[in-house]
């Protein structure tokens, strides 16, 4: 069943692939108006405000007491306009979707072959902390968008020291969202004190000859970079930029080339929402990453990036009302690259 499961992803991988960079010829005509994009979103938002499945991430004691009943929407075009429904501001951890931008970064600093060589970009097949794939594999093949692949990427972040590397990871961040962000403490206290698990991911991987700088350090930055406090308009400008070619369509700031990119969202397809990424492509057809804290972003290349915050998760640890909203927007919007009007 592993063995199916990863192979159908990297099926999935392939064909999606094909559409996103043939997409732009073979693109149909969409409605984006902003009466559309309106509508688009407070549907969504009035049909699962009332939502009350999946329970907040308790396995981090402060994320176990954040608000449940946030829920914001954000969508940003790659114009730089910005739509926007319920609660946007209210901040959450960014958790797992940090893992995107620190790949971005390294892809940016040392090219798309270092990832490839030194951590994978092929689905695990496993839950997105596991530590049997570091074993079964020996520490390759184990993906940047689950934990180990992802403290490996925080590791290969340029920086002569811990303070340096942390430096530059939220520096791109804040780029990424257009203002200079900050670490939530508490969080960041919360999960330092019962991290042993990925310290022992670490540890594992650097066994196994995987791992690039200290493996206390790197987790800790990794830790570190986690924490950093979001809301759902912040995850939307994010996206944006990554829709758009690693230019910041609000800052007008380049941000990652779109070289960087287009390397980006294809490990985002293949793990984004860990190993429940099958699902989510099959529905929605587009990279996602989803974090922890409730955040989730979706990236549909060329024309906007989508985000929502909503803290209850389900059992893989995505926000339930997140894909509700999304997968619905983009079906409402008719921009899944998999959707095709026939020529008649």
């Known amino acids: 069943m592993r063995y199916q499961k990863c192979h159908q992803t990297r099926i999935n991988f392939v064909v999606f692939l094909a559409f996103i960079f043939l997409g732009q010829s073979v693109a149909q005509e969409t409605d984006l108006s902003e009466a559309r994009i309106t509508e688009a979103l407070g549907q969504a938002y009035e049909n699962y405000k009332d939502v009350k499945e999946g329970e907040n991430a308790s396995y981090i004691k402060e994320l176990a007491t954040v608000d449940p009943n946030i829920f914001g929407i954000a969508l940003v075009t790659t114009e730089g306009t910005i739509y926007t429904k319920g609660d946007i501001d209210s901040m959450v951890s960014i958790q797992s979707v940090s893992k995107v931008f620190t790949l971005a970064k390294v892809i940016e600093e040392s090219g798309p072959n270092l990832i490839e060589d030194k951590i994978g970009v092929d689905a695990t ?6 530590i049997e794939a570091v074993e079964r594999m020996r520490g390759k093949e184990i993906n940047p968008m689950v934990n180990p692949g992802a403290i490996a990427a925080t590791s290969l972040i340029k920086g002569s020291d811990g303070e340096a590397k942390w430096k530059n990871i939220l520096q791109v961040h804040s780029d990424f969202a257009g203002r200079q962000l900050e670490v939530n403490e508490p969080v960041y206290i919360s999960e ?10 670490a540890h594992l991987l650097l066994a196994y000859g995987r791992m690039y700088f200290d493996p206390v350090i790197s987790t800790d930055v990794y830790t570190r970079q986690c924490a950093i406090n979001v809301s759902a308009k912040d995850l939307g400008v994010m996206a944006a930029t990554l829709a758009n070619g690693g230019f910041n369509p609000v800052t007008k700031k380049k941000v990652v080339s779109p070289e960087t990119v287009q390397y980006t969202l294809a490990v985002m397809a293949t793990a984004g929402l860990y190993d429940d990424a099958g699902i989510w492509l099959y529905n929605s057809g587009v990279p996602a990453k989803s974090g922890v804290g409730g955040g989730l972003l979706a990236v549909v290349p060329g024309k906007f990036g989508i985000a929502v ?3 209850p998760l389900d059992k893989a640890g995505n926000s339930v009302k997140a894909q509700l909203v999304i997968r619905y927007v983009i079906g409402k919007l008719k921009v899944n690259p998999y959707y095709i009007e026939p020529k008649k």
């Open 125 to 130: 097949g496993e839950v997105f902390n596991s």
């Open 192 to 201: 330092a004190n019962d991290n042993l698990r990925n310290q022992a991911i």
């Open 309 to 311: 915050v909503s803290p």
